[in-house]
T-cell receptor, first 110, second 120 residues
Framework: LAKTTQPISMDSYEGQEVNITCSHN???????ITWYQQFPSQGPRFIIQ???TKVTNEVASLFIPADRKSSTLSLPRVSLSDTAVYYC???????????FGGGTRLMVKP | GAVVSQHPSWVICKSGTSVKIECRSL??????MFWYRQFPKQSLMLMAT?????????EQGVEKDKFLINHASLTLSTLTVTSAHPEDSSFYIC????????????????FGPGTRLTVL
């Protein structure tokens, strides 16, 4: 299982773009990168998943460089409601993406 | 789509009693379900993996006789905390996977809302 490393916490202000980077130096060829968001006392919510280059959905973008040893979750124009913990996981499938690291605690300020 | 529910959302019980938590996939068939535990200010810790119709696989350090898992159908898994004690108080979260990949993606875990267990 590829180990991931993320910043423990980040602060931002409403309306700014937030970029959270995850390092996964030992990512395997068939591993995907998945990001989840978790609010207090709630289960994690799937945000985005990618394998290479760039993936975008209605919530976020995921940038993955050619060597795939890191990835960056980009949240455009954050609001107070984006305050949460964000987790990055890597693995070839759901059954092999079960190790949650410490995540990144994002605080969005007014 | 991909909605997972848990019941109850919270439970308070006396020490020594057993508590059952249900996890349901509402709009898809879950070939595999996972149970996690999360203590305050900590990350999720995987407890066990269950496949429909077979015995659950427990992580190291998780007592299978204390945390009974049953995955009787493709939409329902239950976790029973037997003879609960105050140290079992935690936030229990299940997730489900349908085992299906879409273009450019692999199969994904979808999480339930969690169950807060407090043992007095």
């Amino acid at each position: 299982l590829a180990k991931t490393t993320q910043p423990i916490s980040m602060d931002s202000y409403e309306g700014q773009e937030v970029n959270i980077t995850c390092s996964h130096n030992n990512i395997a060829t068939n591993d995907y990168i998945t990001w989840y968001q978790q609010f207090p006392s709630q289960g994690p919510r799937f945000i985005i998943q990618g394998y290479k280059t760039k993936v975008t959905n209605e919530v976020a973008s995921l940038f993955i460089p050619a060597d795939r040893k890191s990835s960056t979750l980009s949240l455009p124009r954050v609001s107070l409601s984006d305050t949460a913990v964000y987790y990055c996981l890597v693995g070839p499938d759901a059954g092999n993406m079960l190790t949650f690291g410490g995540g990144t605690r994002l605080m969005v300020k007014p | 789509g991909a909605v997972v529910s848990q019941h109850p959302s919270w439970v308070i019980c006396k020490s020594g009693t057993s508590v059952k938590i249900e996890c349901r996939s509402l709009d898809f068939q879950a070939t595999t379900m996972f149970w996690y535990r999360q203590f305050p200010k900590q990350s999720l810790m995987l407890m066990a993996t269950s496949n429909e119709g077979s015995k659950a696989t427990y992580e190291q350090g998780v007592e299978k006789d204390k945390f009974l898992i049953n995955h009787a159908s493709l939409t329902l898994s239950t976790l029973t905390v037997t003879s609960a004690h105050p140290e079992d108080s935690s936030f229990y979260i299940c997730s489900a996977s349908g085992g299906r990949a879409t273009s450019g993606r692999t199969d994904t875990q979808y999480f339930g809302p969690g169950t807060r267990l407090t043992v007095l």
